[in-house]
């Protein structure tokens, strides 16, 4: 026996069902949280975009008990590789000497 049913789908099929075996519509059910935001951005595009956040909102600090890899929970080493990969270090420098946001050259970038 039941005790609990946390799905509403799942308990009004229970409950609608005829017969002593319970079989689900399972085109019908929702999964809570499932659902999937497609804006046309790419695993590398989004990691990139909140790296980036989190380094504008720490005014550029990595490391430290206020920095942006313990906002981000990820260690120090790990970030610096992860924004190597994606050309963060890079483009900063290159934004920094043409007078431009990184997100605006990222955007710029993308567009090309």
Known sequence: MISKIFNPDIERGVILSRGSVFKPDLDQIQYPGTRLRNNGQTLDDATRNHILQTLDEVRWVIGGRHGS????????????????????????????????????????????
């Not at 610096?80 to 420098?93: D, F, P, T, V, Y």
């Not at 920094?96 to 710029?108: K, L, Q």
């Open 69 to 112: 890899a313990t906002r981000l929970g990820v260690p120090r080493t790990t970030l610096i590789s992860k924004m190597r990969r994606l050309g963060i270090g890079a483009a900063r420098a290159e934004c920094a000497a043409w007078g431009a946001t990184i997100p605006e050259a990222f955007a710029t970038a993308a567009s090309q």
